[in-house]
């Protein structure tokens, strides 16, 4: 199925998340409480021996990956088309990015409505995208109050009414339900350069709190977009491509 997709009718995409203070000190009473609560169940450690140091280091390394106590910080997407004049593939990598996640959030919901609405034609793909990007936007879009583009409005829907979500690493997993395989482990298998050259993951939460980067954790992302692009391409045993064919819109 994969090689019969158009990618000219694929939108990629990417997000980056932090938590929604720069530390677990910053939340008010009733957060710290609920945090503190979570804590002890991703520590596996008792409340009664957590410390609120132990609360503040988990707060730092891991609120940033649950909805209800991270934010968005950055959309990245990808576009794919062929080039009229070389009939060569580019992309252009845009980043809807800052430090209203409602803003964020409001333009990308209007960039899927407008243009990738159809579903029966269109598609969005993402590296484990089904497990964290989808249900993590459609959260934080509950929480702003923001009306869900037709494409995430998942409520009821089917596995099989939902195809047209792509997701690269379920993709690789050929029916095996225990894996994660990375985009950086993916990129250095299959021979694409890693998106992990600058910065990764981890240290998105600290480019954000301390330097207030976003412009950095942006291009960060836009990378991760285009390997995720890669990917794609290989799994279609196309070419993948150079810097030459890789626009970044800004």
């Known amino acids: 199925m994969i090689e019969q997709i158009d990618i000219g009718n694929v939108l990629f995409l990417d997000i980056e998340t932090v938590s929604a203070q720069p530390t677990y000190d910053d939340l008010d009473e009733n957060f710290q409480e609920l945090w503190f609560h979570?804590?002890?169940s991703v520590l596996r450690k008792p409340e009664d021996e957590l410390t609120s140091e132990d609360a503040d280091a988990a707060y730092q390394r891991r609120a940033a990956i649950y909805a209800e106590f991270g934010k968005i910080i950055c959309i990245s997407v990808g576009f794919v088309f062929r080039d009229t004049d070389n009939k060569l593939l580019k992309v252009k990598l845009k980043s809807f990015a800052g430090h209203d996640e409602s803003v964020v959030l409001k333009d990308f919901a209007e960039l899927v409505q407008k243009y990738y609405s159809n579903t029966d034609k269109y598609f969005l793909c993402g590296h484990n995208i089904r497990e964290f990007d989808i249900p993590y936007i459609c959260r934080r879009m509950v929480v702003h109050g923001l009306q869900l583009p037709g494409p995430l409005?998942?409520?009821?829907?089917?596995?099989?009414e939902t195809k047209y979500l792509l997701d690269t690493m379920e993709l690789?997993?050929?029916?095996?339900?225990?894996?994660?395989?990375?985009?950086?482990?993916?990129?250095?298998?299959?021979?694409?350069?890693?998106?992990k050259?600058?910065?990764?993951?981890s240290m998105v939460g600290q480019v954000y709190w301390e330097e207030q980067d976003v412009e950095r954790i942006s291009f960060y992302c836009e990378k991760d977009v285009l390997a995720t692009i890669q990917l794609f391409l290989r799994y279609q045993r196309q070419p993948i491509l150079t810097s030459e064919q890789v626009i970044h819109v800004r």
Do not use: C, H, N, R
Request: no cysteine.
């Open 38 to 40: 979570k804590a002890a």
């Open 153 to 160: 409005q998942l409520w009821g829907k089917k596995p099989w």
């Open 172 to 195: 690789w997993k050929f029916g095996d339900i225990k894996s994660y395989t990375s985009l950086k482990v993916l990129a250095a298998l299959l021979g694409f350069p890693s998106p």
């Open 197 to 201: 050259d600058d910065i990764d993951g």
